[in-house]
């Protein structure tokens, strides 16, 4: 990608999920994207069994505007950002983006620092101080920064959706960004 084409990418526009033209959505693609359980415990069972964790980057890294915003945080203000594949029998079909302020990394939640492979959701919803925000939801095409990471090396372009939340975890933030891939609608 150019540096012109890179300039032309835009953010998502999160919309609260209470916002959402129920018309506008694959009926698939909706029952995903409002579900408010644990989304790793549905792919394992949508799965069979057979789920994985891709980690494509591990980073500090400057947030997005937007996700800045959504935390909280100063411009310029660094967080540990964590992007993976989640996998249904070796196929793609959620892209995950966590933004953790490094605030957040303090005291018994620093371990989200050595996940690994391990589902962020797993830890999430075994913790028995998590509180979910609001939820958003957004479309992504090729004119976003989110879908270019989400669908790289995948061949269906197609516009696809996401959602995102900031959770607490002992009253500290993070941002966890579900972008749903084509392939979860088959």
């Known amino acids: 990608m150019n540096k012109t084409q890179q300039q032309n990418r835009s953010e998502a526009n999160w919309k609260p999920w209470s916002r959402l033209h129920h018309a506008d959505v694959d009926v698939t693609c909706l029952s995903w994207l409002l579900d408010i359980g644990s989304l790793t415990q549905r792919l394992i069972t949508a799965c069979d069994g057979q789920f994985k964790v891709e980690v494509l980057g591990e980073y500090w890294q400057k947030p997005m505007q937007s996700e800045r915003r959504a935390l909280g945080l100063r411009q310029g203000q660094l967080a ?45 919803f075994a913790d028995p101080t998590m509180r979910r925000g609001v939820m958003e939801i957004a479309s992504l095409n090729k ?44």
């Open 80 to 124: 540990r950002i964590r992007q993976v594949r989640l996998l249904c029998n070796g196929k793609p079909w959620v892209f995950a983006r966590t933004v953790i302020p490094h605030s957040t990394l303090k005291g018994p939640v620093r371990r989200l620092n050595m996940l690994g492979n391990k589902p962020l959701g797993a830890v999430l």
């Open 143 to 186: 004119y976003n920064f989110l879908y270019d990471i989400a669908m790289k090396s995948l061949k269906n372009k197609k516009t696809i959706w996401g959602r995102r939340s900031v959770f607490y975890l002992s009253g500290k933030p993070l941002l966890v960004n579900e972008i749903f891939l084509p392939d979860i609608s088959q």
